[in-house]
Nanobody, 118 residues
Framework: QVRLVESGGGLVQPGESLRLDCAVS????????MAWHRQAPGKEREPVAT?????????TNSVKGRFTVSRDNRNRKNTMSLQMNSLKPEDTAVYYC??????????WGQGTQVTVSS
């Protein structure tokens, strides 16, 4: 069974940094894209940063220049990280790890809370 487990969330002040990690366990058939999504209270879940199997990245406009997504596909381990700098109160949300594979299957993590507040 495939599981995605996020870690690294927490409470920080505006301007500070956080790093989120996503660990994938279980056997995944040819991972294609990995991504971070987030959902703020009262809002729909939205993609934040995506990274393909080739390492190409894409970011939503509001985090460009502040967030960096990376992944490690070595040794059949799939891990992904999100370095978040210069955090703003509007970045407050539950952040979810996402993965899809070449068979079209989609997996989600349980989410980790990020709160940016003074």
């Amino acid at each position: 069974q495939v599981r995605l487990v996020e870690s690294g969330g927490g409470l920080v002040q505006p301007g500070e940094s956080l790093r989120l990690d996503c660990a994938v366990s279980g056997s995944v058939y040819s991972v294609r894209n990995m991504a971070w999504h987030r959902q703020a209270p009262g809002k729909e879940r939205e993609p934040v940063a995506t990274i393909t199997s080739a390492g190409a990245t894409n970011y939503t406009n509001s985090v460009k220049g502040r967030f960096t997504v990376s992944r490690d596909n070595r040794n059949r381990k799939n891990t992904m990280s999100l370095q978040m700098n210069s955090l703003k109160p509007e970045d407050t949300a539950v952040y979810y790890c996402y993965l899809d594979d070449l068979a079209g299957r989609i997996y989600w993590g349980q989410g980790t809370q990020v709160t940016v507040s003074s």
